[in-house]
């Protein structure tokens, strides 16, 4: 591949379409460029796996020759979930590393999650490594390369701290994705019974899609807990830094509800603390987090973007709607779907009936993520001029941190631009359906006035 497609660089990650936007020689390139940023931060060694996906190996292999050229060591995981190279970057006396994953997307994708020095990098750090590959400003060197088992140390680290109150009997489909290769023993090992679905690792997703983000792929493990005695259901995304959840009776318990629990854990250890959560969460955990003596700190969408205010404000907790959980209470705080998962069978474990704990968290009505779909750059322009111009009559409260969170006293109206493709992700809460269609209207004539011709997604 001779030309290096810009659009790879994305805004938390880089990612491509394999032997169209990324293939062997642009993993080798991306390994110099970030091996020379590592070198310009001091670091001596980057720690780097893969997922379950098949174009996984040519690309860990050119990157790591990449990395190595430019005089840093490598230290190859092999095949992990995304979390255990985060891990790794706490315990084995290196801060870089990185990930070769395609996460939730098409068998035909994949990419590179990257921790520079202990940090997530993301936006303009993640487009310096772009300029370097255009300026070819490598790094020259030989670094070492070596191998590493790290599976038995990550898991003994969760099972040592987290601990369930009665044994479980739970149902765990991991779509095919890499979680599958961990999740089992890692729960078998805290004293679960473990229903496995999807869990052989397979790069062409055959069952359905690694993304529990989405209802239809939770159908499988929702009939699994209607047709035997297991009591919960996780689910993983493909690359196992989210988590899924399903009660016994179907219900979902999206992240942000997940995230309630988490907090009234988390602050009986870290009490006045602040808990961090996305722009599209449920308007229900502010009153929770305050009501349980926390402080709660709404924040712009993204896993990078969410980490780094984490580390700025010393928080001990954070989440996204997207099933990205960040621990930094008995945890390094990166977003680990497996972890998650077992510090809520701890919790679920104390309860006398989890369904009904589950259940009974705040909820109101809501839309799933809706996208207005527009031309590349159209969704900036459109949420700037919403921005400069906000007229929303009977709302409390406009929040700008990222697009327009419009807070009514019985709602919520989101838009914002995504920050990986040219859309506006649009959601919406209320207390009644009435409520709902009312804020929805309002959203639907600001997009209106800036574009006319708009087809908004609902």
Same mark, same amino acid.
């Given at each position: 591949?001779?030309?290096?497609?810009?659009?790879?660089?994305?805004?938390?990650?880089?990612?491509?379409?394999?032997?169209?936007?990324l293939?062997?020689?642009?993993?080798?390139?991306?390994?110099?460029?970030?091996?020379?940023?590592?070198?310009?931060?001091?670091?001596?060694?980057?720690?780097?796996?893969?997922?379950?996906?098949?174009?996984g190996?040519?690309?860990?292999?050119?990157?790591?020759?990449?990395?190595?050229?430019?005089g840093?060591?490598?230290?190859?995981?092999?095949?992990?979930?995304?979390?255990?190279?985060?891990?790794?970057?706490?315990?084995?006396?290196?801060?870089?590393?990185?990930?070769?994953?395609?996460?939730?997307?098409?068998?035909?994708?994949?990419?590179? +999650?990257?921790?520079l020095?202990?940090?997530a990098?993301?936006?303009?750090?993640?487009?310096?490594?772009?300029?370097?590959?255009?300026?070819k400003?490598?790094?020259?060197?030989?670094?070492?390369?070596?191998?590493?088992?790290?599976?038995?140390t990550?898991?003994?680290?969760i099972?040592?701290?987290? +601990?369930?109150?009665?044994?479980? +009997?739970?149902?765990?489909?991991?779509?095919?994705?890499v979680?599958?290769?961990?999740?089992?023993?890692?729960?078998?090992?805290?004293?679960?019974?473990?229903?496995?679905?999807?869990?052989?690792?397979?790069?062409?997703?055959?069952?359905h899609h690694?993304?529990?983000?989405?209802?239809?792929?939770?159908?499988?493990?929702?009939r699994?807990?209607?047709t035997?005695?297991?009591?919960?259901?996780?689910?993983?995304?493909?690359?196992?830094?989210r988590?899924?959840?399903?009660?016994?009776?179907?219900?979902?318990?999206?992240?942000d509800?997940?995230?309630m629990?988490?907090?009234?854990?988390v602050?009986?250890?870290?009490?006045?603390?602040?808990?961090?959560?996305?722009?599209?969460?449920t308007?229900?955990?502010?009153?929770?987090?305050?009501?349980r003596?926390g402080?709660?700190?709404?924040?712009?969408?993204?896993?990078?973007?969410?980490?780094?205010?984490?580390r700025?404000?010393?928080?001990?907790?954070?989440?996204?709607?997207?099933?990205?959980?960040?621990?930094?209470?008995?945890?390094?705080?990166?977003d680990?779907?497996?972890?998650?998962?077992?510090?809520?069978?701890?919790?679920?474990?104390?309860?006398?009936?989890?369904?009904?704990?589950?259940?009974?968290?705040?909820?109101?009505?809501?839309?799933?993520?809706?996208?207005?779909?527009?031309?590349?750059?159209?969704?900036?322009?459109?949420?700037?001029?919403?921005?400069?111009?906000?007229?929303?009559p009977?709302?409390?409260?406009?929040?700008?941190?990222d697009?327009?969170?419009?807070?009514?006293?019985?709602?919520f109206?989101?838009?914002?631009?995504?920050?990986?493709?040219?859309?506006?992700?649009?959601?919406?809460?209320a207390?009644n359906?009435?409520?709902?269609?009312?804020?929805?209207?309002?959203?639907?004539?600001?997009?209106?006035?800036?574009?006319?011709?708009?087809?908004?997604?609902?």
């Open positions: 591949m001779s030309l290096l497609s810009p659009s790879i660089f994305k805004a938390y990650d880089i990612r491509g379409i394999i032997d169209k936007t293939d062997a020689e642009v993993a080798h390139l991306i390994g110099q460029a970030f091996g020379s940023a590592a070198i310009a931060k001091g670091e001596k060694a980057v720690v780097i796996g893969r997922d379950g996906r098949l174009s190996p040519d690309l860990i292999t050119a990157l790591a020759r990449g990395l190595q050229s430019t840093v060591d490598v230290i190859d995981l092999g095949v992990v979930v995304t979390p255990m190279v985060y891990f790794g970057t706490n315990v084995l006396g290196a801060t870089s590393g990185i990930m070769v994953t395609g996460s939730h997307n098409p068998p035909d994708y994949n990419g590179f +999650k990257m921790v020095a202990g940090e990098i993301y936006g303009d750090a993640i487009q310096a490594l772009y300029q370097t590959i255009l300026n400003d490598f790094k020259q060197g030989n670094g070492g390369y070596r191998t590493h088992d790290i599976k038995a990550y898991l003994e680290r099972i040592g701290d987290v +601990k369930v109150a009665r044994p479980l +009997k739970i149902a765990v489909d991991c779509g095919n994705g979680a599958g290769a961990f999740a089992g023993e890692l729960y078998r090992g805290m004293g679960c019974e473990v229903i496995e679905l999807f869990c052989e690792v397979d790069g062409t997703f055959p069952n690694p993304d529990p983000a989405h209802p239809e792929n939770l159908q499988d493990l929702i699994c807990l209607q035997t005695d297991a009591e919960i259901g996780l689910a993983f995304d493909g690359d196992g830094d988590l899924g959840v399903v009660t016994k009776d179907g219900q979902i318990i999206y992240p509800r997940q995230l629990l988490f907090a009234e854990d602050l009986t250890r870290n009490p006045g603390a602040q808990i961090l959560y996305d722009v599209k969460c308007r229900h955990i502010a009153p929770w987090v305050k009501a003596g402080v709660p700190l709404m924040w712009k969408t993204g896993h990078s973007l969410v980490k780094a205010k984490l700025e404000t010393g928080s001990p907790l954070g989440g996204e709607m997207s099933g990205h959980i960040f621990f930094k209470d008995r945890w390094y705080g990166f680990d779907g497996l972890y998650a998962g077992a510090r809520l069978l701890e919790l679920v474990s104390r309860v006398a009936d989890m369904t009904a704990t589950l259940n009974n968290l705040p909820q109101s009505t809501s839309t799933p993520e809706l996208q207005l779909q527009l031309a590349e750059g159209e969704n900036f322009k459109i949420i700037a001029a919403m921005q400069a111009n906000p007229h929303f009977g709302s409390d409260e406009i929040i700008t941190i697009g327009l969170r419009v807070e009514y006293p019985d709602g109206g989101l838009a914002r631009s995504s920050n990986t493709t040219p859309v506006i992700v649009m959601r919406f809460e207390e359906p009435e409520a709902l269609a009312r804020i929805q209207g309002a959203m639907k004539q600001a997009v209106l006035a800036v574009k006319p011709d708009a087809k908004l997604p609902y």
